[in-house]
């Protein structure tokens, strides 16, 4: 089992920053890819940015240029810098992390952080 608990969220106002920290606990060392989603009132869960165990990143369209995300092997420990902040990033912000690949994939979620950015 991985537990999974994030940080950071806040109200902001538009222009402004925030970073969100994700934590993982239990067996970290089945943990590979991680990534953060998050929900907006009235809209479906969508991805927000996605880190591979090497580093490697990949970004919602929607994010790219204004969030970063990045890891901390050593502290088991995923940021997200979110830069530039518009209302429309208003949502509870979850991190996700993955153990296993393929069909043996499986995840655990963080009960999520709010995100509020006012205009």
């Known amino acids: 089992q991985v537990q999974v608990v994030e940080s950071g969220g806040g109200l902001v106002q538009a222009g402004g920053s925030l970073r969100l920290s994700c934590t993982t606990s239990?067996?970290?060392?089945?943990?590979?890819?991680m990534a953060w989603y998050r929900r907006a009132p009235g809209k479906e869960r969508e991805m927000v940015a996605t880190v591979s165990s090497a580093g490697v990143a990949s970004y919602a369209d929607s994010v790219k240029a204004r969030f970063t995300i990045s890891r901390d092997n050593a502290e088991n420990t995923v940021y997200l810098q979110m830069n530039n902040l518009e209302p429309e990033d208003t949502a509870v912000y979850y991190c996700?992390?993955?153990?296993?690949?393929?069909?043996?994939?499986?995840?655990?979620w963080g009960q999520g952080t709010q995100v509020i950015v006012s205009s």
């Open positions: 996700r992390a993955q153990t296993g690949t393929n069909r043996g994939r499986s995840y655990y």
């Open positions: 239990g067996n970290i060392f089945t943990v590979n890819a």
